[in-house]
Structure formats: structure tokens, C-alpha cells
């Protein structure tokens, strides 16, 4: 197999070059295990993905490791101390993984990894196993060439993919442990392998159900269609109405909190390379669609949104049953930029989903979970330590880029411990991280375990 390697100029490098393929192995490893958080049948895996990361982090040199229970799954800890006067990095990871559903569009089983064309396919390679085991192999790089700069800890939880709500009470339950001077993420995309790039900024999140109930149990579409309202017409009609014709999230209120950017920070913004026909080209679709007045980069960045993530009610088995069904569902999610806020946004779906149910159904609003958007500096220590490791490894100096996704836990972090995050992803938004064929570079991956001490190295140096 062949691996690439990065510039092997320092003991660490070469180190890591020594042992590319025991690196590898042990990711793949690590995705075999289908530590998926949101379903209860994989609760044992998860404590089992938790007990490998825990092992690993022991083997790699790190103190004080311990897997801590909550009511959910459980968080991996372990640090190194090795002078309290220097600063401290605090490296944030999730080891759960999204559902691998649909199981048929897989080319190979999610949970038996494997390596085509330099891509580790597998569910959680990008998302974010490969990414948080970067740092675990940097980190024992670091040791084993007595090269680490300054302090470490290690907080790598079992429920990002569910919301994080344990993983808060964790940290206002630590807060003296957690204590740190900056947060280290990896769990966010590049623009391209060959155009390095930094998230300084990502999207809130309100996730939700709703139901909606017509008759008090499934008709004869014979006997009573025509006559009863189909709670899945009505489901439609609803959720068709949330936008306007513009694109608009059509909810009073949605937009009243929406921090606009300016003309030059749109500016800056469009500095980054992006080529939509290219974009549209790898979805397979022939327009792109959105909020009027904006690009498709700024609607997938910068812009609020609301989304259907799943529908479903009556029949939807093989063959034909003529059935008027009493109950529809779905899942909807909103992405939220500053300043919105989760419960507010939350509240105001709900009350305006219940005011617009017509009067021949019934209507819940289940919230899930939710987070706030984060815009993190470009100015910061931390930030320029990113930029010079990512142009030591790349050649070139990294673009601040937005980006659309979520991890609530990164506006957490600034409001209980008052750390700002630096979002030192690695992989890219084609990775199709929560679908199927989830990939992850050998390349990214490698790359990121490279980047990542001299990014200590730097951090070391500045924040001094």
C-alpha cells in the first residue's frame, strides 16, 4: 500500500513515518466498532468504542485517562501535564457515529472499513473518528520523540451525533479539570487537498419532530377518502408552506435575531475558491435552489435554513394496501447563524406550526436537540499557530472559510470554560459524512497527523 508522507524534517515526522501503517491499522480498528449513539441497540459497541479510545490514549502517554459515565453514553478523559506555566490545548473529538441507514446504497458494509483509490470508507472515517485520531497520533508522536511543547487534554465524548446534552453537564461539573487556554477541534472540512482552508465560524442547530393525527386509526381509502382529512396531504401542505416563494423560511420572527454580514465581509468571503458547476456536477443535479439574493456558497454558510430530514406514515411496505392513514411524521432541522438562538427559534416553530394545523388534525412538536452558531477569531495565537502549521505542511497559507455544519458544543465551550475553539479540520464536504459511502483520505489523515505538532509547536511559541 502505498502512503503518502509529509516532509519527514523533525524527530516527530520521522516517528510518525516509522509508523504510518500501524497508524492506519489502528483507525481502522477503531471503525469497526459501530459505536452509533442514537440507537439503543448499539449501546454496548458505544461503550466499547469508548473503552478502545480509552486504551489508546494510555498507550500513546497520556495521564489521568478515565472513562467518565453519564445518564448517556460516556466521555474518554486523559491528559499530560508537563509544566503547569505553559499553555494548555484541550483537544475535543466524538467517537459515536450517525446511523448508517440505508443500508443498500452502501458499497461495502459500513463497519468493515476499507481502502480504494486512497479513501477509507467506512461510517465515522471523517466524522469524526479519523479526525479525533489524528490528535491521538500526533500526541504520541510528540511523546515519543520528547517533542510536546505544552500541555494537553484530551475530551473525546460518545454523543455528538445526539445533541451533547451530557457532555454539558460534564463540563460545568469539571470546570476546574477542563481548565485550559484554548480548544482544539477537528471535525470540520478543507476546501480541497491541494487548497487548505480554517473554519472560523459554523451554524446553529434546532432539530425536531412532528406528528400529525387525523382519524383515531387507519380508513378503508375507499370507504372514507374524499370525506377525512389524510394527515399526509396535510403534513405536505404544512410543511410546503414553511417557505415562501423567494426561499424564505415563511415563520414570523425566524429572521429578527439574523446577524448580516457586511458587503466587504461578503467580499472576503467569496475570496474562497469555489466552482459550482463542479459542485453541481459531483451532487448529480442540474440548478441549484435557495434563498434569493444569495450565492449558493453563502446559503450553504452564512444563511439560516430550514430542512425536512425525513417523512413517513401509512403504508410504505411491498405491494399495495389502500389505507387513509391516521398519523404522518417527520424530522425537520434549522440551521441558525448569529444571532439566533436554539430555544427561541425552537419556540417559534412550534407555536407557528401549531397556529397554521388546520382544524381536522391534531399537531406535536417533539424538540430533539439544538446549539448555538460560533464565529471564532482569526487574530488569535491560536488561530495564526493553525495558519503556519497548515502552510508548513501544505505549501500554502490556509482561507478562512465558514462553514455550514453544527457542533453546539464549540459556543458551549466559550460560555463554561471561556475558551475560543480553533476548527482544524482535515477533511472535505465530499466526504459524505451522515450518508452512505462515508470516506476519509489516507492522505487527510495523514496530513493532519503532520500538521498537528508543529500547530503545539507554534501555539507554544505565541502564546507565551
Request: proline content about 6%; charged content about 25%.
Given at each position: 500500500m502505498s502512503l503518502t508522507a509529509a516532509p519527514s524534517t523533525t524527530?516527530?515526522?520521522?516517528?510518525?513515518?516509522?509508523?504510518?501503517?500501524?497508524?492506519?491499522?489502528?483507525?481502522?480498528?477503531?471503525?469497526?466498532?459501530?459505536?452509533?449513539?442514537?440507537?439503543?441497540k448499539y449501546k454496548a459497541d458505544v461503550a466499547r468504542c469508548a473503552e478502545a479510545v480509552s486504551a489508546r490514549l494510555k498507550e500513546a502517554g497520556a495521564d489521568k485517562v478515565e472513562i467518565c459515565p453519564t445518564k448517556g453514553h460516556p466521555i474518554v478523559y486523559g491528559e499530560k501535564i508537563i509544566d503547569p506555566k505553559k499553555p494548555t490545548v484541550l483537544v475535543y473529538g466524538h467517537y459515536d457515529v450517525q446511523p448508517p441507514d440505508p443500508l443498500n446504497l452502501w458499497d461495502s458494509p459500513p463497519f468493515e472499513p476499507v481502502i480504494k483509490d486512497g479513501l477509507i470508507y467506512a461510517r465515522g472515517s471523517a466524522d469524526d473518528k479519523g479526525q479525533f485520531f489524528m490528535h491521538v497520533k500526533a500526541f504520541e508522536a510528540m511523546m515519543r520523540s520528547n517533542a510536546l511543547p505544552c500541555n494537553v487534554k484530551f475530551m473525546i465524548e460518545g454523543e455528538e451525533e445526539v445533541g451533547s446534552?451530557?457532555?454539558?453537564?460534564?463540563?460545568?461539573?469539571?470546570k476546574e479539570r477542563l481548565k485550559a487556554d484554548v480548544v482544539l477541534i477537528s471535525d470540520t472540512a478543507m476546501l480541497a487537498n491541494?487548497?487548505?482552508?480554517?473554519?472560523?465560524?459554523?451554524?446553529?442547530?434546532?432539530?425536531?419532530?412532528?406528528?400529525?393525527?387525523?382519524?383515531?386509526?387507519d380508513l378503508h381509502s375507499g370507504v372514507y377518502g374524499g370525506a377525512v382529512a389524510n394527515p399526509i396531504n396535510t403534513l405536505c401542505a404544512m410543511i410546503a408552506s414553511l417557505h415562501d416563494a423567494d426561499g424564505r423560511v415563511n415563520i414570523p420572527g425566524f429572521y429578527d435575531a439574523v446577524a448580516e454580514l457586511s458587503a466587504a465581509?461578503?467580499?472576503?468571503?467569496?475570496?474562497a475558491p469555489f466552482n459550482e458547476a463542479e459542485?453541481?456536477?459531483?451532487?448529480?443535479?442540474?440548478?441549484?435552489?435557495?434563498?434569493?439574493?444569495?450565492?449558493?456558497?453563502e446559503r450553504c454558510t452564512i444563511r439560516p435554513?430550514?430542512?425536512?430530514?425525513?417523512?413517513?406514515?401509512?403504508?410504505?411496505?411491498?405491494?399495495?394496501?389502500?389505507?387513509?392513514?391516521?398519523?404522518?411524521?417527520?424530522?425537520?432541522?434549522?440551521?441558525?447563524?448569529?444571532?439566533?438562538?436554539?430555544?427561541?427559534?425552537?419556540?417559534?416553530?412550534?407555536?407557528?406550526?401549531?397556529?397554521?394545523?388546520?382544524?381536522?388534525?391534531?399537531?406535536?412538536?417533539?424538540?430533539?436537540?439544538?446549539?448555538?452558531a460560533a464565529v471564532t477569531p482569526i487574530d488569535s495565537p491560536a488561530y495564526q499557530a493553525a495558519s503556519k502549521a497548515m502552510e508548513e505542511t501544505f505549501g500554502k497559507k490556509p482561507i478562512p472559510t465558514r462553514g455550514g455544519g453544527s457542533i453546539p458544543i464549540v459556543a458551549l465551550f466559550e460560555a463554561e470554560l471561556g475558551l475560543k475553539t480553533v476548527l482544524f479540520g482535515f477533511g472535505l464536504d465530499s466526504d459524505n459524512i451522515h450518508s452512505p459511502n462515508e470516506k476519509y483520505g489516507v492522505f487527510n489523515y495523514?496530513?493532519?497527523?503532520?500538521?498537528?505538532?508543529?500547530?503545539?509547536?507554534?501555539?507554544?511559541?505565541l502564546a507565551q
Open positions: 524527530a516527530t515526522d520521522t516517528y510518525i513515518e516509522a509508523n504510518k501503517e500501524r497508524f492506519l491499522s489502528e483507525l481502522l480498528d477503531l471503525l469497526r466498532i459501530p459505536s452509533v449513539s442514537a440507537d439503543p446534552d451530557n457532555l454539558g453537564l460534564f463540563v460545568k461539573a469539571n491541494d487548497v487548505p482552508s480554517i473554519n472560523t465560524g459554523l451554524r446553529g442547530l434546532s432539530y425536531l419532530e412532528v406528528e400529525v393525527t387525523g382519524p383515531n386509526r465581509e461578503r467580499k472576503a468571503l467569496a475570496e459542485w453541481m456536477k459531483d451532487l448529480g443535479i442540474n440548478a441549484v435552489k435557495g434563498e434569493k439574493g444569495y450565492t449558493t456558497d435554513t430550514l430542512d425536512v430530514n425525513g417523512i413517513w406514515g401509512g403504508y410504505t411496505g411491498e405491494g399495495a394496501k389502500t389505507v387513509l392513514p391516521s398519523k404522518a411524521f417527520a424530522k425537520l432541522s434549522m440551521r441558525l447563524v448569529p444571532d439566533q438562538k436554539s430555544d427561541a427559534i425552537t419556540k417559534l416553530f412550534t407555536d407557528h406550526f401549531k397556529k397554521i394545523a388546520p382544524p381536522y388534525v391534531k399537531v406535536e412538536v417533539r424538540p430533539h436537540h439544538g446549539g448555538e495523514f496530513k493532519g497527523i503532520t500538521t498537528i505538532p508543529r500547530f503545539f509547536r507554534h501555539y507554544a511559541e
